[in-house]
């Protein structure tokens, strides 16, 4: 059964730094794209990040930067570590499996979601 | 970058009737594109990708078509439990871009 659950999130004050974590099962992170997406309370979807089955990695404008997405393939886990949080930066963020090439990467598999909330 | 829109922005339909969602691309994105159903306070869920593919064990009363630049997501059949926000994604390419999102109501 595929899982992917969602750790590291909480209230953060802005310019400070939290790390998310993605801990997988059911497929291995090295051999799909995984990617992270976020929605802020009340609105709609946005892509943060992607990690490529090579290593490749990309960001939204909005983040690029400030966070970095990376995977640990001895754990099957990816983690998104972001810098200089931003007030805008508060949303719910979704660790998301998307394929496995550039011609079907479709995010298939979604986590629950953590909620990461930057405040004064 | 490539932007996605959708309309309408919102939509009351009732049970049994027959609801179409446009997406538009800002370019062409050729098949690359998919929709997504995100009921309240849950997470969203794979419908349709490749345009028009199935994701397996979704209902057959969704359906996906389009090419290029205009696509359409239909409900044949509004059911109660089709209530939700629905969202077209391009993918492919970085970056993904989804649309603003379609919310259903039944009246």
């Known amino acids: 059964e595929v899982q992917l659950v969602e750790s590291g999130g909480g209230l953060i004050q802005p310019g400070g730094s939290l790390r998310l974590s993605c801990a997988v099962s059911g497929f291995t992170v090295s051999s799909n794209y995984m990617t992270w997406v976020r929605q802020a309370p009340g609105k709609g979807l946005e892509w943060v990040s992607i990690i490529y089955r090579g290593g490749a990695r990309y960001y939204a404008d909005p983040v690029k930067g400030r966070f970095t997405i990376s995977r640990d393939t001895s754990e099957n886990t990816v983690h998104l570590q972001m810098n200089s949080l931003r007030a805008e930066d508060t949303a719910v963020y979704y660790c998301?499996?998307?394929?496995?090439?550039?011609?079907?990467?479709?995010?298939?598999?979604w986590g629950q979601g953590i909620l990461v909330t930057v405040s004064s | 970058d490539i932007q996605m829109t959708q309309s309408p922005s919102s939509l009351s339909a009732s049970v049994g009737d027959r609801v179409t969602i446009t997406c538009r691309a800002s370019q062409d994105i050729s098949h690359y594109l998919a929709w997504y159903q995100q009921k309240p306070g849950k997470v969203p869920k794979l419908l349709i990708y490749?345009?028009?593919t199935l994701q397996s064990g979704v209902p057959s009363r969704f359906s996906g078509s389009g090419s290029g630049t205009d696509f359409t997501l239909t409900i044949s059949s509004l059911q109660p439990e089709d209530v939700a926000t629905y969202y077209c994604?391009?993918?492919?390419?970085?970056?993904?871009?989804f649309g603003p999102g379609t919310k259903v109501d039944v009246k």
């Open positions: 998301a499996r998307a394929g496995i090439n550039v011609w079907d990467n479709w995010i298939d598999f």
């Open positions: 994604l391009k993918y492919g390419d970085v970056p993904f871009t």
């Open positions: 490749a345009v028009s």
